[in-house]
């Protein structure tokens, strides 16, 4: 059985950190299918690979000069490479069809800036293959294009097909046959039947090492990043916020989508298809344990696990006398909003009102309000409500199910600090809470509900 690795951005932001990942590839024979992220910042003023690549893409699109752009990538990468002592003329032939992609005819924007876009992890994974060559080890990149990681045409935001899974096993599994062979993946992008890249949404070489995880039935997949696992709050909301040892696929799941950086919300599915836990963990301290997401866990000792909070959220209100006798109120309700491409994040209902959030609805809530009134789902426009510009706080915890009195905590909590809680979100699984209440309190109450649990005690 193998395990699958991914190693995020600044694992492989410079030489010194590349060879600290190639050290913990070799320091388990195991480790055998391993994705590679493009180079991510080495310091705080620094730029992304996939976003110097995205500015190129744009100012060769626009007919601007990009060759400043162009040679900072160059350099980046022969700096990665002399950093290994190796010669860095294998470089040329891939920097040679990057300029081609930059110079090609392109049918659309996206299309085209998702043909430049993969070149961060092209390049750094053949950086990789070969240091590890070096050493001896018979490494060997296989791109998405070489193993059939095969995506729809939708560029940005690519979505794997089904076939992909059995493609991949087909390729992979005879290499994976031959004792020692070392597999390194680009990672983010697939392509689609016409062989365009397509890359995932930003983040996604999560979901490339997921899928590989997956298609090889890997034993675990581990994700490589810069802080030690996943963390209860965000640590530019709390100082120093404990890692959290143990998250069902359930509890990560929310805690990615309401707002918790580490992982790519999409991660998890392939993983959960097959029952793979996923090990999150940190490339500059190996030693320390990381998050394990699990299927199932005994129950921790936490009632909470996690707060997150997210920002940009609009709130509709609906009131209407008697909605709850109308049969098949929500359903025409909720209808209006699916007609006008809204997707709900969130809704709660009482007798007479519905409360619903959506994340960044702007544009179109205005034709939802008139559809709404036009429908006579209300008697007056009164009765429909929007407000813009809210944040959802989310509290994450399976042990919340066993325990009573979590919401009473919780909300006497944000009143001690003056926070208003505007609507609350509760899904019938007892796994999370949100709470929908004014942007400018969101840090606030993460903070003071992460004191309530993880505060140490006065001295
Ligand atoms: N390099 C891509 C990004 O910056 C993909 C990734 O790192 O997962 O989004």
Known sequence: ????????????????????VIDIILS??????????????????????TDLSIGIGNAAYEGQNYMQLLEMVVQRFVDITSYFHINTSFLDPLIASLNNVIKSTPLSKNQYLDGIKPYGEIIISAIAAEALRMKGVDAQVYRPEDIGMMTNSDFGNAKLLDGSYQRIAQVLNPVLERPGKVIIVPGFYGVDSNGRYV??????????GAVLANALDAELCENWTDTDGILRADPRVVDNPEVIKMLTYREAREMAYSGAQVLHPDTLMPLIAKGI??????????????????ATKLPTGSVVEGITHKDGFSMVYVEQMGMNEQVGYLSKLTGIFAENGVSIDHLTTSVDSVAIAIDNGNGRLNMVREDIIKSGLVDSPDGINIAYNKSLVCVVGEGM?????????VSSALASQGINIETVFQGPSERNIIFGLEQKDAIKAVRAIYNLYFGKPAM
């Open 277 to 294: 836990p996923l090990h999150v963990r940190n490339t500059f301290a190996p030693e320390r344990e990381g998050t394990y997401i699990v």
């Open 199 to 208: 890359t995932f949404q930003r983040g996604g070489s999560d979901l490339t």
């Open 401 to 409: 199910r066993h325990t009573t009195g979590v919401m009473a905590k």
């Open 28 to 49: 388990n024979p195991k480790r055998r299918v391993n994705v590679l992220s493009g180079p991510g910042k080495r310091d705080k003023e620094d730029i992304k690979l």
């Open 1 to 20: 059985m193998v395990i699958a690795t991914k190693f995020g951005g600044t694992s492989v932001a410079n030489g010194r950190n590349l060879e600290q």
